[in-house]
């Protein structure tokens, strides 16, 4: 039916609905309803209400009298009584009038994309509901992921629906169009016609995406003096770099961890975030699992400047300053016989130095040293020379030509100098944002400035965008085609799951509008460069690739490559730095879950806990107990970092383990523009950030403030205090006594036997969590909370102790809090068989099903929380605020959330519940009259989500009741316990004890009488 449409008066103006949100953003409430109260006595609002209400607009304009207020108030508090903690939110049902193609409503379709993580593609199944993402997994046919899912990826299906994306094209500010946009450049295209691109200049970030690549080289063809510059805050290129030292050639190293015996990392965190880190954990932790019949694993040393998730899994490890790594990896190249040079004065014990050196001698070509990708190209270089001094060149190591297509482009210093010699009139930055994230010696901001015309394309109005001429807003990767190559160079295509929700443009379209001025469609750019790149049978081929994920044949092939003679000249001019205790190295990290800031609006993944600190929502600088000792400092003391007259204040974190003259800081934090969720949270570490040194900087200075600040940490102990709470052994101890992890059940329980169920059911389910393949990288945590719907609640609560994460990992020290042993232990609920939570619930909301889940029952709770304090395992949430309301500090939109579980309003009791979700509709799959083995549910049918996310399979579900089962497999193994099992609570989550290989010829340091747990906090 056609809607009215009143004429208006000619003295009334339309109302500016974009200057109304302009004007109410950001006020406080008292302002707010001002700002609301004088709006709604004007004539422009008056006919806003007839022109969109017609039938209502005259109530509102009927005068309110003081008895019809006290009237609506007294029926408002009745109907509060009404209900006990809070509300569901209010839902509609709408049917669908044209049912899309295939579409089954309730029944999820998944789709095979890739997301980028430094640039480099990681394959993913997306699963879609009725037209919109909900879950992302790994795919299992991408080579380069191989079925594991990272953090960021998981975290994405979040940031799609962030309400802080950018949904226009704007012009200095002002909303635009893309016609507009295209008009503006049309004369801006003419003159770089006239001067072959002469002073224009592109900046993006690293490019793998072969169409993207094409196109910007068609670019470059047309303006040979257009000019491509890269910036990538988190990651470096000093591992091609140093090939290139080393062997004359441009080539990216590639580790096979499958075939590595014995592994040196130098500062590499392989586990958690170099190219290829999903790929090299599942091959890593593979060959790190002993059994009775094979006692074999491999072993790993680490060097480190600051702990990280690698080196937590380290037989041996030992902190060392950024500063200094140099000159110990000389040391290690002297013992095995290479000439780098003399070197002394180094904190590591050269005695430890020559026993790693003569174990990597004697495994040869199954030897590994590996070197993170930050540190200097000579040091690169020097590993090159150690791999192939070893044998494992071409084993252990092998060489590709570079899978970036942005290699080689010169870097955001070099950028910065040709804006000082005014040779860039025109700046097109995409996808990057070097106003917020340059180094501070360059004064980017400034120099961004002066640049005639800035064009900037991205998703949010960010720092660069904000100072820019022309913003063209971006679609998410969910809602885009693109294709992109993962760190071995396997192709991925990516394809859109719902219709850009803000209106964005593909990067494709983004760049044909620059070239060429016109409006592209996605999909049929795509196309028409892989209909030339593969023109054979293209279609059927397209399909293909669409359904896999991949494009076949598509892997970068192995490169043969030596140290060439002389390479060693460059090494030499690299002078022994004189260090001294008292001056201290101010050292960056990309941080774990918001990585170079880009992450920062992502509500998950604030407050996801870091690995090593269990911190979230910002940042603090890591500091080794020692140091704080020597300085009087405790944890939360913020403290003054100087460095070249530049000052930064931080809260300070003592970590064990960081080295003593090492201060380290993330990247990240101390966004102005991201969003409502990251602005303001942490500081910036880019304003103490060099373009010469951008990783490692010496002489800074800390000086206490005297003031306190609250670090929100979800783990407050870091020692288990003589409990057996995580069990591990050295490899020779497991060989001699491999069921070392069993104990003797408890002759008294605190509990009665398990009173009788009744029918035993067809099914019994339980899990199993191998503790020597959890390398703690919170993939679980995340695809948990993704799966279950779990809020975010904020700081503050966080502050307070009301995390909500239905999984925890939790992390401990063992040891010296100077170089202590770190381990991770997976905690969901346990499902135990004698439930303490069970007993005491008053309204029975908390029972235990006949296939022995411990399960909650939302709509019986009342809150009271008996179970929590009876639960020894501490694995139950309360939801103590209505955390998924609109109104919430940080409510998930609607459209995020997993249809298959509900939302929990306020005031009841959140956990684990084995997904069972999931094992329902493995269920009704199995019940179907055409599913295969007459009903039965294989095992391996039902896959939780935080086993699927695993990246090193850390994690078994299954039937326990079938002893065929992998997870009954893995209860029988020797290593298998319970976790407090002294209490008779039977829980049905169970562990695999870790066991270590340590080098028989390095004795461990007794070093002081102080332990870790004295020491950390």
């Known amino acids: ?135 992302i997994e790994g795919n299992p046919d991408h080579p380069a992921t191989r079925g594991a899912c990272d953090v960021f990826s998981q975290a994405s299906v979040l940031s799609v629906y962030d309400p802080d994306r950018s949904d226009s094209v704007l012009r200095g500010g002002q909303i635009s169009s893309v016609g507009g946009w295209l008009d503006a450049l049309a004369e801006a295209r003419a003159g770089w016609d006239d001067g072959g691109g002469a002073g224009l200049c592109l900046l993006t970030e690293t490019v793998t995406s072969p169409s993207r690549a094409a196109q910007i080289r068609a670019m470059q063809q047309r303006w040979p003096q257009m000019r491509w510059f890269v910036h990538e805050p988190a990651a470096s290129d000093a591992p091609i770099a140093g090939a290139a030292l080393a062997t004359g050639r441009r080539l990216q190293p590639r580790y096979r961890f499958d075939r590595a015996r014995c592994v040196l990392s130098i500062d590499a965190d392989f586990l958690g975030r170099m190219p290829g880190f999903l790929s090299y954990a599942r091959d890593f932790a593979a060959n790190r699992r002993p059994t009775r019949e094979h006692p074999e694993m491999s072993r790993l040393y680490a060097l480190e400047s600051t702990p990280s998730i690698t080196g937590a899994s380290a037989d041996h490890r030992r902190p060392v300053a950024a500063d200094e790594l140099l000159d110990v990896t000389r040391a290690l190249a002297s013992a095995l016989g290479l000439d780098a040079g003399a070197v002394d004065n180094i904190s590591i014990d050269k005695a430890w130095l020559q026993a790693v050196a003569d174990d990597l001698r004697s495994n040869g070509s199954r030897a590994l040293v590996i070197a993170g990708e930050h540190l200097p190209t000579e040091l690169q270089a020097l590993v090159i020379a150690i791999n192939d001094t070893l044998g494992a060149l071409g084993q252990t190591m092998v060489f590709q030509q570079p899978v970036a297509a942005s290699d080689g482009a010169p870097a955001l210093a070099a950028l ?86 803000h ?83 101010l050292q960056f990290s990309a941080d774990p879950a918001v990585w170079d800031g880009r992450h920062a609006n992502n509500g998950w993944l604030q407050e996801l806990p870091r690995p090593l600190t269990k911190l979230t929502w910002g940042q603090a600088a890591l500091i080794s107990p020692a140091l704080a000792e020597r300085r009087q400092l405790k944890q939360g003391d913020v403290v003054r970092l100087t460095l070249e007259g530049r000052r930064l204040k931080v809260p300070v974190y003592v970590l064990p383990g960081q080295p003593d003259r090492a201060i380290t800081l993330s990247l990240g934090y101390g966004r102005t523009a991201a969003g409502r969720i990251g602005n303001g949270v942490g500081a910036s570490a880019y304003a103490l950030r060099a373009s010469g040194s951008p990783w490692v900087r010496t002489g800074v200075e800390l000086q206490a403030t005297g003031r306190q600040q609250g670090l929100a940490t979800t783990q407050h102990h870091h020692a288990m205090e003589g409990r057996d709470l995580i069990r591990a052994t050295a490899l020779a101890d497991f060989v001699e006594h491999p ?28 899990m199993s969590i191998d503790l020597n393949a959890c390398i703690g990288c919170n993939a679980c945590t995340i695809a948990c909370q993704a799966e279950n719907n779990i809020p975010v609640v904020g700081q503050a609560e966080v502050l307070r102790g009301h995390d909500m994460h239905w999984i925890r ?60 304090q009876n639960c020894p395992y501490k694995v139950r949430r309360f939801n103590w605020f209505n955390y998924t309301d609109e109104n919430a500090a940080h409510p998930t939109p609607a459209a995020a959330n997993n249809p298959d579980v509900t939302v929990r309003s306020r005031g009841v009791m959140e956990k684990c519940t084995y997904c069972v979700q999931r094992i329902n509709a493995a269920k009704i799959t199995a019940a179907r009259s055409d599913a295969p083995d007459n009903g039965r549910i294989a095992d391996g049918a039902i896959v939780t989500a935080c086993q699927q996310a695993c990246p090193t399979d850390a994690i078994v579900f299954g039937d326990i009741a079938d002893p065929a089962t992998a997870v009954s497999k893995a209860k029988a193994s020797p290593l298998d316990y319970g976790l407090l099992t002294d209490l008779n609570t039977r829980p049905r989550t169970t562990y695999l004890a870790a066991v270590r290989n340590p080098n028989p010829a390095i004795a461990e340091d007794e070093g002081s009488d102080r332990k870790v747990g004295d020491a950390a906090g």
């Open 809 to 868: 990992i939790d992390r401990y020290f063992e040891g010296q809090p100077e170089a202590p042993r770190m381990i991770f232990q997976p905690v969901p609920c346990m499902h135990c068989e004698n439930a303490p939570c069970e007993y005491v619930c008053p309204v029975e909301a908390t029972q235990h099903s006949a296939e022995g889940l411990n399960e909650m029952i939302y709509n019986r709770c009342v809150g009271t929380r008996y179970c929590s």
């Open 416 to 501: 910065a100098e040709a804006i000082r010699a005014d040779q860039v009139r025109t700046l097109v930055v995409m996808d990057a944002n070097p106003v917020y994230s340059a180094p501070a010696d360059l004064d980017f901001t400034t120099l961004y400035d002066r640049v005639a015309l800035r064009i900037h394309y991205g998703g949010h109005v960010d720092e660069t965008a904000e100072r820019s001429h022309w913003h063209v807003n971006a679609t998410h990767a969910l809602e885009s085609w693109d294709d992109a190559r993962a760190f071995d160079g396997t192709t991925s295509i990516v394809q859109p799951l719902i219709e850009p929700l």
């Open 739 to 766: 069921d070392f992890a069993k104990r003797e059940p408890p002759d008294k329980s605190l509990y009665p036997e398990p009173w009788p169920r009744g029918e035993p059911a067809e099914h019994q389910w339980g």
């Open 503 to 585: 209106g964005g443009h593909s990067a494709l379209e983004f760049l044909i509008g620059l070239a060429d001025g016109v409006s592209g469609d996605a999909r049929e750019l795509l196309q028409r460069y892989w209909r030339r790149a593969r023109p054979q049978d293209f279609d059927a081929a397209w399909r293909r690739w669409l359904q896999r994920g991949v494009v076949p044949d598509s892997a970068a092939a192995e490169v043969t490559a030596a140290p060439r003679g002389g390479w060693q000249a460059a090494l030499a001019q690299v002078t022994q730095k004189t260090r001294r205790p008292e001056t201290l190295t």
């Open 1 to 135: 039916m056609k809607r009215l449409q009143p004429t208006p008066p000619d003295a009334a103006m339309p109302i500016d609905l974009e200057a109304l949100r302009e004007r109410l953003r950001g006020q406080d409430g008292p302002t707010y309803w001002r700002s609301l109260d004088e709006l709604a006595n004007t004539p422009a609002f008056e006919n806003f209400l007839e022109k969109e209400f017609p039938r209502w607009a005259p109530i509102w304009q009927e005068a309110v009298d003081r008895r019809s207020v006290l009237k609506l108030m007294a029926a408002s508090m009745a109907l509060a009584g009404l209900t006990a903690c809070g509300a569901q939110p209010p839902e509609t049902i709408e049917p669908y009038v044209n049912m899309p193609e295939g579409m089954v409503p309730g029944q999820p379709r998944y789709y095979a994309t890739a997301s980028l993580v430094g640039g480099y593609a990681h394959g993913l199944l997306v699963q879609s509901r009725e037209g919109r993402p909900v879950k």
